[in-house]
T-cell receptor, first 113, second 115 residues
Framework: DADVTQTPRNRITKTGKRIMLECSQT?????MYWYRQDPGLGLRLIYY???????NKGEISDGYSVSRQAQAKFSLSLESAIPNQTALYFC????????????FGPGTRLTVT | GENVEQHPSTLSVQEGDSAVIKCTYS??????FPWYKQELGKGPQLIID?????GEKKDQRIAVTLNKTAKHFSLHITETQPEDSAVYFC??????????????FGGGTRLMVKP
C-alpha cells in the first residue's frame, strides 16, 4: 500500500462550489504539506503543518484552507472554487529532521469549470 | 524570499547520451539542494541531494554539482536510458532551523530520452 494517499485522484467541479481534497499517510511523519503544480511553475507551497496543532500559510494560501484532523490526515479545502485553481495538487510528508526528504502522494487533478 | 530558476524547460537526448539540467538560486542562506523526479501520473520522488558543505555528489549514473559562489547547481545524468524520461525538479532550502524544511522548487525540466 502507498505511504501517502490522496483522494479523489481526479475531480471536476463548477465555479463557486466548495471542495475538499484529502491526504492520509502511514509513514508516521509529523510534517505534512500541500503543494500546487502548474506547468512551468514547479510546485508551490500552499500550506504546511509541523504537527496537529501547528498550521502555517505557504507561498500561495489565498483561496485555500486546511485542517489537520490527526497526525496522519491533512485536508485541503477550496471554499469557493474558481477556474484559476485548476491545477494538480500534491500532498507531502516528512519527518522532523533538518533537512529531510519529502514524500509525495500521487496527486489530485482538479478542474474548475 | 528564495527564487529558483531551472533550465532548460525541455530536453531531448538520444539514449546513451548525457543530460544536464541547471538551476540557480537567489538566497545565499540556502544550504540544501534536492532533486526530485516525477514520472507520469505520479508524485515527485527524491533522487539525489547535496548540502552546501559539499561540491559534488554521485550516485551511480546521476551526479549533482554545487557552486555556492555563483549560486547555481546542476544535475548530470550519464548513459541515459528510456526510463530516465520524466520531469525533474530542483529545489533549495535553508535546512538548519525550525522552518528549514521548506522547499522552493524550480519550474521543472521535461527530459525525453529517445531510444
Amino acid at each position: 500500500d502507498a505511504d501517502v494517499t490522496q483522494t479523489p485522484r481526479n475531480r471536476i467541479t463548477k465555479t463557486g462550489k466548495r471542495i475538499m481534497l484529502e491526504c492520509s499517510q502511514t509513514k508516521g511523519h509529523d510534517r505534512m504539506y500541500w503543494y500546487r503544480q502548474d506547468p512551468g511553475l514547479g510546485l508551490r507551497l500552499i500550506y504546511y503543518s509541523f504537527d496537529v496543532k501547528d498550521i502555517n500559510k505557504g507561498e500561495i494560501s489565498d483561496g485555500y484552507s486546511v485542517s489537520r484532523q490527526a497526525q496522519a490526515k491533512f485536508s485541503l479545502s477550496l471554499e469557493s472554487a474558481i477556474p484559476n485553481q485548476t491545477a494538480l495538487y500534491f500532498c507531502a510528508t516528512s519527518d522532523s529532521g533538518l533537512p529531510s526528504e519529502q514524500y509525495f502522494g500521487p496527486g489530485t487533478r482538479l478542474t474548475v469549470t | 524570499g528564495e527564487n529558483v530558476e531551472q533550465h532548460p524547460s525541455t530536453l531531448s537526448v538520444q539514449e546513451g547520451d548525457s543530460a544536464v539540467i541547471k538551476c540557480t538560486y537567489s538566497d545565499s542562506a540556502s544550504n540544501y539542494f534536492p532533486w526530485y523526479k516525477q514520472e507520469l501520473g505520479k508524485g515527485p520522488q527524491l533522487i539525489i541531494d547535496i548540502r552546501s558543505n559539499v561540491g559534488e555528489k554521485k550516485d551511480q549514473r546521476i551526479a549533482v554539482t554545487l557552486n555556492k559562489t555563483a549560486k547555481h547547481f546542476s544535475l548530470h545524468i550519464t548513459e541515459t536510458q528510456p526510463e530516465d524520461s520524466a520531469v525533474y525538479f530542483c529545489a533549495a532550502s535553508k535546512g538548519n532551523n525550525n522552518a528549514g524544511n521548506m522547499l522552493t522548487f524550480g519550474g521543472g525540466t521535461r527530459l525525453m530520452v529517445k531510444p
